[in-house]
């Protein structure tokens, strides 16, 4: 029994410009901020550093992309697809676009670049919540030889929200959000500790790629 998905990701560009989440949205989550509410001293920290660490967190937990960015992923180890009912994980939800898929054709010189999949050869089955696009080799190019060689076959993909605009973003996530920046910001106040823990927990799991869905053969 195997598993294959699109994993090891490299990210080529990630905005980093605007967030999902501001200031005020923590403010008005934090019981700091609620006793404190003319206090400034703890506005770079949120903004410079809880925020980002906490979006950054969120994505590689939940592999729910969210900044406008655009990566490549590699199948480590794969060398032969000869059924056309596998289908391989993207691996990534909030996917907008698939670029190209390259790979190295079991006869590969080792100089020649790798050969672009062409995209009437394959089909992306639909993301859905929590269950990742499919890339599924269409039968006619079956089977499909690679290169013996480590992170072959490899996508390049378009994720998040185009140029960082957030106004379609789940609210239930935004919310979490907001909510796991203003506990660690009272945890550091030495305010009471793991009052949201119970909703952002859910949130994480609602929408958390489901990593046992993938094929198997």
Not at 49 to 62: A, G, K, R
Not at 109 to 118: G, H, R, S
Request: aromatic fraction near 12%; glycine fraction near 2%; hydrophobic fraction near 40%.
């Amino acid at each position: 029994m195997f598993k294959f998905n699109f994993t090891n990701k490299q990210i080529i560009s990630r905005n980093t410009a605007t967030y999902p989440i501001l200031l005020a949205d923590v403010k008005a989550k934090s019981f700091f901020y609620m006793d404190n509410p003319t206090d400034t001293s703890q506005d770079d920290f949120v903004t410079d550093f809880l925020i980002p660490t906490i979006i950054c967190d969120w994505e590689n937990s939940t592999n729910y992309l969210l900044l406008d960015q655009v990566i490549k992923a590699y199948v480590p180890d794969l060398q032969f697809i000869n059924n056309n009912s596998l289908e391989i994980g993207l691996h990534y939800l909030n996917i907008r676009e698939i670029d190209e898929i390259n790979y190295y054709p079991f006869d590969w010189d080792e100089i020649v670049a790798k050969t672009t999949l062409d995209s009437g050869d394959y089909i992306i089955t639909q993301e859905l919540l929590a269950i990742d696009s499919k890339l599924k080799i269409k039968k006619e190019n079956i089977p499909l030889r690679l290169f013996n060689i480590k992170n072959n076959l490899e996508v390049q993909l378009q994720a998040g929200f185009l140029a960082n605009d957030f106004t379609s973003l789940d609210p239930e996530i935004k919310d979490a959000l907001a909510m796991q920046i203003a506990t660690a910001l009272d945890t550091k106040m030495g305010y009471c500790k793991g009052f949201y823990n119970g909703r952002i927990i859910e949130t994480y799991d609602k929408f958390s790629l489901e990593k046992q869905l993938v094929s198997f053969i």
